[in-house]
């Protein structure tokens, strides 16, 4: 079915009755721009003290007569009928889904897999109910730090704290890592990442529901892209899994401060920050092992000699040989 659109710009006080209009001319919908609601980025606004009213018709000629009738009764009034485009909306979302290239690492959806880069580690991760795409600027952010650790420690044992799609463990298992667990609060996010791992032919991700309590050992790497109130609470269960180092993301530049008291507070060393626009990145080193003192040498103090020994000693060495 083929439809027309009848845009009207009015004068605001006259909104509501060139709505009625439109419904009276057989309008089968209608969109509304004025003051009192924000417009959509990329979205014409009403010029100040108008509104703009968009009125969806089967036919053409209900759509132009309505457009006549309107700028008949409201001087000022503007009409423009068009026909709609039609769009496929199953696969007009994808055009907003865009790749994200870090360091060596290439992230994005399963239906450009023909135009990824040959030369970077790709992950193919398709846009579903969990959060985790790597175009998020906190994604990109701890994208950053498993990539610079991993360059450096790359059999390193990696902890993913709130995993969501899983890009973040699938990231460090491609770049070397030994131990890869990821884990989640939300079981639905926890199916999704283990779909991805198929979808990515990658094993030994261990990806689960389990808590941090349930977890067993230290991870040279913990990563935790989580909000920032979650951090806070998390602080006395994630300082203790940091064997080297702790990355955070989640965060808002002005709650930085506020979360890495938190975690300096569970003996946590506050190494460096970085930025992505409102967004920031925390890392912490675990604390240099405590040196203990030497023991000190305990010196047995001399007994004092008894006075009849030392008179006899004196007496021993006093007498002349006979020889």
């Known amino acids: 079915m083929s439809w027309v ?121 398709e846009p579903k109910m969990a959060f985790g795409t790597g175009d998020h600027p906190t994604t990109s952010l701890c994208l950053k730090a498993v990539d610079d650790f991993l360059a450096e420690h790359p059999k390193a044992d990696v902890l993913d704290v709130g995993t969501g799609t899983g890009v973040l463990s699938f990231a460090a298992k491609k770049l070397g890592a030994r131990r890869v667990v990821g884990v989640d609060n939300d079981e639905m996010s926890v199916v999704l990442a283990r779909e991805c791992a198929e979808e990515n032919h990658l094993a030994g991700v261990e990806l689960s529901t389990a808590t941090l309590d349930d977890i067993d050992g230290t991870f040279d790497l913990v990563l935790a892209n989580i909000l920032a109130n979650t951090l806070i609470e998390l602080a006395p269960k994630l300082a203790p899994r940091v064997k080297q180092r702790l990355v955070l993301a989640g965060v808002l530049v002005p709650q930085a401060d506020e979360v890495t008291k938190a975690f300096v507070a569970q003996g946590l060393v506050h190494r460096a920050n970085a930025t992505n626009g409102e967004w920031i990145r925390l890392e912490f080193d675990a604390a240099p092992p405590s040196k203990k003192p030497k023991a000190k040498r305990s010196v047995k103090a001399k007994k004092p000699k008894s006075p009849v020994r030392e008179r006899a000693t004196r007496k021993l060495t006093g007498r002349k040989s006979r020889r």
Not at 41 to 62: L, M, S
Not at 76 to 90: K, M, N, Q, T, Y
């Open 5 to 125: 659109s009848l845009t009207v710009d009015v004068p605001e006080q006259h909104s509501e009755l060139t709505q009625s209009l439109m419904y009276d001319f057989g309008a089968a919908g209608l969109e509304l721009r004025d003051g009192a609601h924000q417009t959509m980025p990329n979205v014409r606004a009403p010029a100040k003290g108008e509104a703009i009213v968009i009125a969806y018709f089967e036919q053409q000629r209900d759509a132009a007569a309505a457009g006549q009738e309107v700028k008949h009764r409201f001087a000022g009034a503007r009409a423009l009928v068009e026909p709609v485009v039609e769009r496929d909306w199953s696969v007009e979302w994808r055009s907003q889904i865009k790749s994200v290239t870090v360091g060596r690492l290439w992230v994005g959806p399963p239906w450009e897999k023909d135009h990824a880069p040959k030369d970077k580690v790709c992950i193919f991760v």
